[in-house]
């Protein structure tokens, strides 16, 4: 048979206690953007109702769950298991990414091992997670840009209803992307932009300011200069007091 390019094989592990069903169906879209969800479990106790949410679509998305008995109360057995298996699967030798769905910094040091073996770790948690499991994942996604009326349903332009932060919050950290890209004249490529913001913030998101196009966001926050180049790139730079500028065509 010819070569194919095959997408990247990729571990999903859940943590039940620490992830709401309500994500499962963007979340799944959402990782289906990654590679493919080669494994697909979830960590949890069953025997409870909490889970029921859980229990209703396993067969939607075609997650094994992993009963997790609490035997001693305090102690979270799902959590031992997810990493013993986690470490399993890192071993076997057969995955390209790992999906790590909490918004439990107990999986920090989880995640850093996972690229230490030079394998990209993704992480999945609300924005009350942690900092540290948010900076060791290679990229770190708010799980409320995942709900169904988030950002992901939104005509590209529009916003969605409750965005996580201002637009004006993105305002430094693009700014600080732009000061470390090389540049004379201070313009960019909103491309490269991108990327280095990827790799400077993990959990760097448009939709978390509400746009899904980094360059509806870069608009909304008003304080860069947009160039539009030939062959339908774009260019931005900051804006100054001196000489301001509209978006040129």
């Known amino acids: 048979m010819p070569n194919e390019t095959r997408s990247a094989r990729l571990a999903v592990l859940i943590d039940a206690d620490n992830a709401s069903a309500?994500?499962?169906?963007?979340?799944?879209?959402?990782?289906?953007?990654?590679?493919?969800?080669?494994?697909?479990?979830?960590?949890?106790d069953f025997s409870?109702?909490?889970?029921k949410g859980w229990s209703a679509i396993l067969s939607?998305?075609?997650?094994?769950?992993q009963q997790?008995?609490?035997y001693t109360p305090g102690k979270n057995a799902s959590d031992i298991a997810l990493v013993i298996d986690a470490m399993d699967l890192l071993h076997s030798g057969r995955f390209d990414g790992f999906c790590l769905v909490s918004s439990d910094s107990d999986f920090t040091r989880l995640a850093a091992r996972i690229r230490e073996q030079g394998i990209d770790a993704f992480g999945f948690g609300e924005q009350k997670t942690p900092e540290s499991?948010?900076?060791?994942?290679?990229?770190?996604?708010?799980?409320e840009n995942l709900l169904p009326t988030a950002a992901a349903n939104a005509p590209d332009a529009a916003k969605p209803e409750k965005p996580l932060q201002p637009p004006s919050a993105a305002t430094p950290i693009i700014r600080k992307v732009i000061a470390q890209?090389?540049?004379?004249?201070?313009?960019?490529?909103?491309?490269?932009?991108?990327?280095?913001?990827?790799?400077?913030?993990?959990?760097?998101?448009?939709?978390?300011?509400?746009?899904?196009?980094?360059?509806?966001?870069?608009?909304?926050?008003?304080a860069f200069e947009i160039e539009h180049v030939e062959g339908g790139g774009m260019r931005i730079r900051?804006?100054?007091?001196?000489?301001?500028?509209?978006?040129k065509r």
């Open 22 to 44: 309500k994500i499962a169906d963007g979340l799944f879209e959402e990782i289906a953007k990654i590679g493919e969800a080669s494994v697909r479990r979830l960590y949890g």
């Open 48 to 51: 409870g109702p909490h889970m």
């Open 60 to 65: 939607k998305h075609a997650i094994i769950p």
């Open 68 to 70: 997790q008995f609490a």
């Open 133 to 143: 499991f948010r900076q060791a994942c290679r990229r770190f996604i708010y799980t």
């Open 181 to 222: 890209m090389e540049s004379e004249d201070g313009w960019v490529a909103l491309g490269g932009v991108g990327n280095q913001l990827a790799n400077l913030a993990s959990d760097f998101d448009p939709r978390t300011f509400g746009f899904r196009k980094l360059s509806d966001l870069v608009r909304k926050t008003n």
């Open 238 to 247: 900051v804006k100054t007091t001196s000489s301001p500028k509209e978006e």
